[in-house]
Every structure is written in structure tokens, then in C-alpha cells.
């Protein structure tokens, strides 16, 4: 393996960084197709888990580039990319959470339960003791 001693962690970070960002898209994707408060929490928890991840990743392509020496073409590319995916990651964590501040871009973590909003089945306001009639 080339390139200098930050570089199998780099690696190894990098894939890591990979198959989590993969699987956070899948989720978003179940979101996508479902809407509804617990996919968009799945989604957002695997969006911050695998932007972490890329975020390590990006501090250790900035550091192997800060390192020097001689490094192939391959490894910089993967450089590169790591450097573009933590930030189109970061994009991605800002728009899954959007529906955490308002209901307006998705569902919404405050939203009712769902399967209760059929008729008659909001709960009855409990403002006081109804007044006797009838003594």
C-alpha cells in the first residue's frame, strides 16, 4: 500500500464512510416512500451517524494531504471525494432535519399518532365538570 502512514486509517475511514452513507440514503429513501414521523427519525439518526463517519474520514484526507509524499492517482481521486461527500453529506443531514423545525418540509417530529385521526377518535377537551341539570 502506498502513500504515507495516514493512510490505511484513511482507508479504512473512507469505506466505513461508504457503507454508512449508503445505508443512510436507504433509509431516506424508506422515508421517502413511507412519510411518516418514525422513518424520518431513522433516517435522521443514520444521517448524523454516517455524516460523523465522513466528517473522520475528511479530517484524515485533509491530514494525508498535509502529510505529503508520493501518493497514486487512485489516492488522491478517493481524496477528493471524501472531501466533496462531507459536505454533500452535511447537505443531506440539513434536509433530512428540516422536518425537526417545521412540519411544512415533512411530516414532522411533533405531529400526531397515526391511525388515530378518524372520526370521533380526537380525545374529548377536559376543561371542567359539566353543569348539573335537572336537581
Known amino acids: 500500500m502506498g502513500g504515507n502512514g495516514a493512510t490505511g486509517i484513511f482507508l479504512m475511514f473512507a469505506i466505513l464512510a461508504a457503507v454508512l452513507g449508503i445505508v443512510s440514503k436507504i433509509a431516506g429513501g424508506n422515508h421517502l416512500r413511507s412519510w ?24 484524515l484526507a485533509c491530514k494525508q494531504i498535509n502529510i505529503g509524499g508520493w501518493r497514486g492517482w487512485r489516492l ?3 481524496e477528493g471525494f471524501t472531501i466533496v ?5 452535511l447537505l443531506y443531514v440539513m434536509l433530512i432535519h428540516a422536518g425537526f423545525f417545521s412540519s411544512r418540509y415533512g411530516p414532522g417530529y411533533r405531529d400526531g399518532e397515526y391511525g388515530l ?14 353543569a348539573a341539570t335537572g336537581i
Open 76 to 78: 488522491r481521486v478517493l
Open 117 to 130: 385521526d378518524g372520526p370521533g377518535a380526537h380525545p374529548v377537551h377536559k376543561g371542567g365538570v359539566p
Open 36 to 59: 411518516r414521523n418514525d422513518s424520518l427519525a431513522a433516517a435522521g439518526s443514520s444521517s448524523i451517524v454516517a455524516w460523523a463517519v465522513t466528517a473522520l474520514a475528511f479530517g
Open 85 to 89: 461527500l462531507a459536505f454533500t453529506q
